[in-house]
């Protein structure tokens, strides 16, 4: 009688060899789970059970940990939206619009007038030019897609942001030390962001690094700071929506699906300003502890 193939076992070499020389360098083990189902060739449950098998062999061999790296599914972030007013610290946040798949969330009230202009007082002259993660290398290099500026508000830093901060954890059900600090963007006339994924590609090199540092961006929260005369929309080109800025407001969209696998639904950019001055805030929600 001939054993049944295990999971591992079953796999072309090509792939065997992969889990390995991945497993031998650290990668994250639901990175290349992710990257396995991405590929349309595996499962989910069929890239676990191999990675989960390929961990057993190494451990056989003195070279990690015997015990299984993939625990109960981690819950996702979630907005409530039982009813169309979320009571959070001391504000009725309004429920505006919602998109269900992929879910895109438009709030009221997220944050008041003098919030808004305290987080861009605070700021003052610290913007620089805003950059992106290199594919190659994870470095932050200027791009021609991106011509905002940015600054960063760091985690203790600021009254007013550390407010804020645990009133978007209440919201998200999430907690703060999950979320990477703020990232103001400040767009003038013809300033633009490109259409872009904010999740991490775990397969690239360059991107990698930021994941070990607390895992996939699940969630992103955009925080309207300022009201903008004409333009500056926030697009999702593949699903016909712009989302204008509006002083106050905050957009919320899920960047993976339930299993932390990249949606390329969330393809989103910043349209360019025609008149006035954006100015937003990026609060990005990881997997984990940030950092």
Known sequence: MTAPSTPFASLPAAWRDWIMENL?????????A?????SGQHSMAVARA?????LALRAAEGQAPAASVFVAQQQMPYIDLERNLIAVQDRAVEVLFVLKQPQIILLGNVLSEEECDAIVAHCGT???RSTVTGEADGASVVHEGRTSEMAFIQRGEAEVAERIEQRLAALAHWPAECGEPFQLQKYDATQEY???????DPDSSGHRSHLARGGQ??????????DVEQGGGTVFPGLGLEVYPKKGNALWFLNTDINHQPDKQTLHGGAPVVSGTKIIA????RQGRYG
């Open 217 to 226: 961006r699940l969630a992103t929260f955009i925080l309207y700071l300022s």
């Open 50 to 54: 191999a990675i989960d098998e390929a």
């Open 282 to 285: 990026n609060k990005w929600l």
């Open 24 to 32: 031998a360098r650290a990668c994250n083990p639901l990175d290349m």
């Open 34 to 38: 992710n990257s396995m189902a991405a």
């Open 194 to 200: 490109r259409p872009h994924y904010d999740w991490l």
């Open 126 to 128: 610290r913007y620089t």
